[in-house]
């Protein structure tokens, strides 16, 4: 069991366990659109569509009267699919929270709708490197999620004014954002994160949209200075889940 300030998750029957990706990519994926529907893209435990649903009804409690958003979730691995559909109902905001299981190219076959906000933490090693585990080996591999495959999907289910969030190795930003390009959506933010001032860049988490920005927001996070003591900026950013922070 994981506990976070309003909700806990199990997680034992998933590859991918809780890490710090999934944490950063709910705590700092944009909403300032206020989406109404939100798609999380190969969820695992859930985590990413759970802290976007604590997020957003924080969000809406002061618009009284508007639709309360529902928040769909994609999973492909049985086991995980039902333990985030068990995770979901187990929340405070599960009425709003539905898991489907299918792979992402199914899923866009037959789209139910358009998305104000899409969120994906992708499998990402795409090196040669396989375990002797296929369910860890499905969930962290980017040959069962291509990036291309994943862009042209939210290019697709992407509203209008839509917001697309993920989180990528650093390494491969320069690709995403060309090919992000290539169907026509745009940076709109990017972070770069590193875990101390000294360690090199690690990650990227990007936000795009359908519309060009010509200034948009490139910036760093440095997760901590020395072991466990974390930055103003990550507390700053993940106190609202974290109980210690």
């Not at 002061?62 to 958003?69: D, P, R, T």
């Amino acid at each position: 069991m994981f506990q976070f300030k309003q909700f806990s998750l199990e997680q034992d029957r998933c590859a991918m366990k809780i890490g710090t990706d999934g944490v950063l990519l709910g705590a700092w994926t944009p909403i300032e659109n206020n989406p109404l529907s939100i798609l999380d893209i190969g969820t695992g435990t859930g985590i990413i569509a759970l802290m976007l649903a604590q997020r957003s009804s924080a969000e809406h409690s002061s618009l009284k009267g508007e639709q309360a958003q529902q928040i769909d979730a994609l999973e492909i691995d049985e086991k995980a699919y039902e333990q985030a559909t068990d995770n979901f109902e187990n929340s405070p905001w599960n009425n709003r929270l539905f898991c489907f299981h299918a792979a992402l190219d199914e899923f866009v076959e037959e789209p139910e709708e358009e998305y104000d906000l899409i969120v994906c933490n992708p499998p990402f090693y795409s090196e040669d490197y396989k375990s002797d585990n296929k369910q860890r080996d499905l969930a962290r591999f980017q040959d069962a999620m291509p990036f291309e495959n994943l862009i042209e999907a939210a290019a697709l289910l992407l509203s209008e004014n839509g917001i697309f969030s993920v989180i990528i190795p650093f390494k491969e930003e320069e690709n995403f954002v060309a090919l992000a390009k290539e169907h026509e959506l745009f940076p709109l933010k990017i972070t770069r994160v590193k875990g101390t001032p000294t360690s090199e860049t690690k990650r990227s988490l990007l936000a795009f949209s359908r519309n060009t920005i010509s200034n948009f927001t490139i910036d760093e996070l440095i997760i901590e200075t020395d072991r466990h003591v974390y930055t103003p900026e990550y507390i700053a950013l993940t106190k609202d889940f974290y109980l210690k922070m």
